[in-house]
């Protein structure tokens, strides 16, 4: 969760992740994608791709690395699982699920399984996000 302990903005020298030479790259972390998604209230949903375009604009960059912030995603939902298991109850975890739909390539490779992240989006009343 600690790594990397700051955000990055990077000058790419070559076309990269869908940027052109010269865009600039952010490379947040887990604890502020953590803030973004914690900030998202009950019953909401957001867009990955909507919350990733936020970050970049705060860090004056042209846009957040997908490829991290996918993996930053998956640390803070396997995290939070751990957490309910734990014995922590869903309004005291990090509400991955508002982000995260049961279609997304992420949902099936987290050990929840697509089910549970169905309920859990049922339960806010949220349907299938869409890209």
Do not use: N
Request: charged share 25%; aromatic share 4%; proline share 8%.
């Amino acid at each position: 969760m600690q790594t990397p302990a700051r955000p990055e903005v990077v000058t790419l020298d070559k076309p990269m992740l869908g940027q052109p030479t010269g865009a600039r790259l952010l490379i947040s972390t887990p604890i502020e994608v953590k803030a973004q998604l914690d900030a998202i209230p009950k019953g909401t949903e957001r867009l990955p791709t909507d919350l990733r375009q936020e970050l970049a604009t705060k860090h004056q960059a042209d846009a957040t690395c997908p490829l991290t912030y996918g993996i930053f995603l998956r640390i803070l939902a396997e995290d939070a699982l751990d957490e309910m298991q734990q014995g922590k109850s869903v309004d005291e975890v990090t509400p991955f699920w508002r982000v995260i739909d049961r279609k997304a390539p992420l949902a099936k490779k987290l050990p929840c399984g697509i089910d549970f992240i169905t309920h859990l989006r049922t339960e806010e009343g949220l349907g299938e996000l869409m890209a």
